[in-house]
């Protein structure tokens, strides 16, 4: 859910729930810089407690609460916005995900956010560039973790491409090795599923091009570190280590047997996975070099917190693109944006109205509420509902762009209440933020800048009262029927409008 940043706190969090691993960095800030005090990380192995029809075992469950409840005594202290906490691929997949966020926040009294593969690779993206030295150029950055893999092309600190393919160490695990016997065979088959699933981004990640070749996962710092040990390298992975290891794993032909220099007994069993993925990404990509970089998804998730600290939000820039991509008259989205927020002030407070994402919210979706007229005018408010919920928007978790979607839903005839509560427990200020949305956009159905007078509203539980200056209604009667039929399609969710 979104969160404002908390300017006043020097304290700044990160929880990445890996398919694989749960990580907790906590960092201090001052004047714009960042000073990492704490990392923590256990195997959770989330990704192995999901069965066949998707849902998330009690047992798995179980370990990533308990290892929540290991950070949680350095984080519960903290700030609304001072902590980001976002699950990944496992939760993605998992369709009782709702049941174990519920328990998450329980412990960490913080909001935890379930993001996009393509935002992951942002964040992960991020990450590196911060921490990374690296060359000039482009740079191409590949993330293996326990559910998906991230493919990320950038340069500077922009990413330029991003692809998320559903594959992982642990997933993989599951599927081809998962009684611990490594065969020629079996390794094979997993190499080949891999490079099934890169056909699809291959040539788009080759035809971009990039300098340098940067991994940011413990499994490619793994492998690195396992052919360094075997005399091939210096701690970096390249194709003929790769050859080496490849046949030392299958000659050991057992997980438990495997014995090599940084491969630490808790990664043995997702080790032939991660080098049958990682063997593929080198060949499909034609690579020869992949260095190392310990930053990643956590250290872009602090970084990300940082620039939101210094108004630096890429969330902006994302829906600026947005309106642009889709031609919104960018003119009438101010006017009724100025107007949404002038409500929002008369009655955030009978409402309870009281967080800072509540009055964000109904900005930007004041902003983009017309996208859907580019794809056409018929059921625009649907259009634009799918486009938002279902694009690829930087900075935004899943939570952010389905209540996004449904205010744009909703801003026109019928309110899908019932959606709105069945999206999150802030049911009831989403529809009252839908409620102001409406009212902006009503006010401002005749276009153009003709001067608007300044109303006023008072509110209760299920109710507005909207008082316009006197005599202006009986001058604008097309804005009067407006408003006249706006309280009847209200009263279809129970609630009641006037106008005087």
Known sequence: MLQPPAETSPLIAAIDLGSNSFHMVLARTSNGEMRILERLGEKVQLAAGITEDRQLTEEAMQRGLDCLRRFAQLVNHLPDGAVRIVGTNALREARNRAEFIRRAEEILSHQVEVISGREEARLIYLGVSHTFPGAAGKRLVVDIGGGSTEFIIGQDFESLLRESLQMGCVSF??????????????????????????????????????????????????????????????????????????????KLGEVERIDLDGVKPDRRSIFPAGLAILEAVFDALELTRMTHSEGALREGVLYDLVGRHHHEDVRERTLGSLMERYHVDTEQAARVEAKALEAFDQVAEAWGLDQEWHRELLAWAARVHEVGLDIAHYHYHKHGAYLIEHSDLPGFSRQDQQMLALLVRGHRRNIPKQKFEELTSEGTQLTRLCVLLRFAILFHHIRGPQQAPTCLLSASDNSLDIAFPEGWLASNPLTQADFVQEAEWLKRIDFTLSIR
């Open 173 to 250: 695990t599951q599927r081809y090795f998962r009684d611990g016997k490594i065969t020629a065979a079996r390794y094979a088959q997993a190499y080949t599923a891999a490079r099934l699933e890169l056909m699809g981004i291959e040539h788009g990640l080759r035809r971009l091009g990039w300098q340098e070749a940067v991994g940011a996962s413990g499994t490619i710092r793994a492998v690195g570190l396992a052919i360094k040990g075997g005399g091939h390298g210096n701690g970096e992975v390249n194709a003929e280590g790769l050859a080496w290891l490849k046949r030392r794993l299958i």
